[in-house]
């Protein structure tokens, strides 16, 4: 019986992040007076969303971040969206600013996301902050691109030099990962491939990938007689799944079908508990930098 991948433990790795920024924000209040505050706006009352924000207002207080949320109801006028971003983009008490995606359909998604100043914009998506992205020059990277960067460096896998296969092109992970991996830098140097829904024969891609990333958001579309053997697979999918023997009626599974591939592959994610965690942590580390950025 072939050797099972190893397990990339996010729990793990994102506890060290975590606990690295927390003395790092100590410091900061202790020698400069500085609580970074962020600021959270969640519009209507999507479960999902609802659980993400809590969960993000919980590891930001535990850290020593001083949290706001603002809860808007899901008809709110854009108007009002707005005019909230713009208090909050002149509050100087506010560090950072995230707002909850997916908005409702009738709100303008990257009208919202360019208001937002870039200087506070901690989820990284802001025209301004891509194009830094872009140039070689970060200032704030999407948290789970950076996440996954962290999860590959502390895990003893470098990309320099390797062949990344990226699955999905979205705004929040597959095009600023893409960007992120293939900066001439520390933790990165790859040699990157985008693959997404018009991508033909997928698996010719798959099958090369020193690393590959799913990003797909399809459950267990990438299965292990797609995979390169002994590569590194990443897991950024978490898809809910009908099953009767869970309490709730269902379970959390990726987008790679982690049966079989963790026989093939030399190391791999789990779902839950790989990117997820991570994505949390570098939210932290980038408040904790905008704070830094508010003082010079």
Do not use: W
Request: overall charge neutral.
């Amino acid at each position: 019986m072939s050797k099972l991948a190893d397990i990339i433990d996010g729990k793990q790795i994102a506890q060290a992040v975590r606990q690295e920024s927390k003395l790092l924000l100590a410091e900061l209040k202790s020698n400069r007076g500085i609580i970074p505050g962020l600021t959270v706006v969640l519009v209507g009352d999507d479960p999902a969303s609802a659980v993400y924000v809590r969960n993000k207002e919980k590891a930001c207080q535990e850290a020593g971040i001083s949290v706001t949320t603002h809860v808007l109801p899901s008809t709110v006028a854009e108007t009002t969206l707005l005019n909230l971003l713009d208090q909050l983009n002149n509050d100087s008490s506010c560090h950072g600013i995230l707002v909850q995606l997916p908005l409702p359909r009738h709100l303008d998604a990257d009208k919202v996301i360019e208001l937002i100043n870039p200087m506070k914009d901690v989820d990284g998506l802001h025209p301004l902050n891509i194009g830094l992205l872009a140039k070689g020059t970060p200032r704030f990277v999407s948290a789970t691109p950076a996440g996954i960067q962290q999860l590959l460096g502390r895990s003893g896998i470098d990309p320099a030099g390797k062949r990344v296969v990226i699955l999905g092109r979205s705004n929040i992970v597959g095009k600023p990962l893409a960007l992120l991996l293939m900066q001439k830098d520390k933790m990165a140097n790859a040699t990157v491939t985008v693959c997404h829904s018009a991508t033909p024969s997928l698996e010719s891609f798959t099958s090369q990938a020193d690393i590959l990333i799913a990003a797909l958001g399809s459950a267990n579309a990438v299965t292990g007689d797609m995979i390169k053997p002994g590569s590194v697979v990443i897991d950024v999918g978490i898809n809910r799944v009908e099953d009767s023997t869970r309490p709730k009626g269902y379970r959390l599974v990726g987008d790679v079908d982690f049966e079989s591939a963790q026989h093939i592959a030399k190391a791999i994610t789990p779902v839950p508990g790989g990117v997820g965690p991570m994505t949390i942590a570098m939210l932290i580390s980038n408040t904790y930098h905008a704070a830094i950025l508010s003082v010079g």
